[in-house]
């Protein structure tokens, strides 16, 4: 289903399936200044194929590959509408690799993106690379209105599950640059309207940074990535579970130490 949401010049889509409320997550595009951020995920593809259609949108911007953010590229390249896509998130929604389960029951697979994509240019409003989520990641930035669109870069404060190819450290550097903009909207692919958006970002990056720090010491003090977890983030949850750890605290233990090499060079 989709339901619609007026935040003065934007209009938030949000869509969700029974089997994302199950689980108590939605995805959320944007329509602002005729720009669509991001494409929702495969299993939606009706609800958001119709709604870019009635939306009048002249172009749509791609904050990452993932499948609930560029799920239904092929929708928009169908339709004939241009898209703002970074060169890595193409590379990997040309070749969509097999995702696990859980992702799969969520979301459904995307299919690879076969069709040409028009470019476009989505001024006003600028894509700013903030690579940490995601590597490919990309924010949504309207300097005139200071309203940011902010994919998946915020999602809440204390995040304490990732996927292992995240860059923690990568991510509290995108966080403070956008913190830096000043937004005064900011709107979460997965949370909405974030209310102070500038308190919101700075929070999270002093958390994580933290996080950060306390898993290096323990890190440097030799501990398992087990341990490291239990004693810094606390047992895994029924996310960490369901994923079969695919989305999961240690995971997050994992992509620090992954990027402890680049922070001692
Ligand atoms: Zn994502």
Redesign the pocket.
Request: glycine share 8%.
């Given at each position: 289903m989709i339901r619609l949401e007026p935040h003065g010049p934007v209009v938030r889509a949000e869509f969700s399936t029974a089997r994302t409320r199950l689980i108590g997550i939605t995805v959320s595009c944007y329509l602002h200044k005729g720009v669509v951020v991001d494409t929702a995920f495969p299993d939606v593809r009706h609800w958001y194929r119709d709604w870019l259609t009635a939306s009048r949108a002249v172009g749509v911007m791609v904050?990452?590959?993932?499948e609930?953010?560029a799920g239904n590229v092929n929708s928009v390249a169908k339709l004939g509408l241009p898209a703002w896509i970074a060169p890595a998130t193409m590379a990997r929604i040309r070749d969509v690799e097999p995702i696990g389960f859980y992702r799969h029951f969520t979301w459904r697979q995307m299919r690879s993106l076969t069709r040409e994509v028009m470019p476009f240019d989505p001024a006003p409003l600028v894509p700013i690379a903030t690579p940490g989520?995601?590597h490919d990641?990309h924010v949504l930035w309207d300097p005139l209105e200071e309203i940011l669109f902010a994919?998946?870069l915020f999602l809440g404060v204390k995040v304490r599950v990732a996927?292992a190819d995240e860059d923690p450290r990568a991510l509290v550097a995108s966080l403070r640059a956008c913190a830096r903009l000043r937004p005064r909207m900011l709107f979460c692919?997965h949370r909405g309207n974030v209310p102070e958006p500038v308190a919101a970002l700075s929070a999270k990056a002093d958390w994580l940074e933290h996080t950060i720090g306390e898993v290096d010491r323990l890190a440097d003090a030799g501990w398992t990535d087990a341990a490291i977890q239990r004693a810094v983030l606390g047992r895994e949850d029924v996310t960490g579970y369901f994923s079969f750890g695919d989305y999961s605290r240690v995971n997050l233990v994992k992509a620090i130490r992954a990027t402890r090499a680049a922070k001692t060079d």
């Open positions: 904050t990452h590959h993932h609930d953010h989520h995601a990641h994919g998946d996927h692919a």
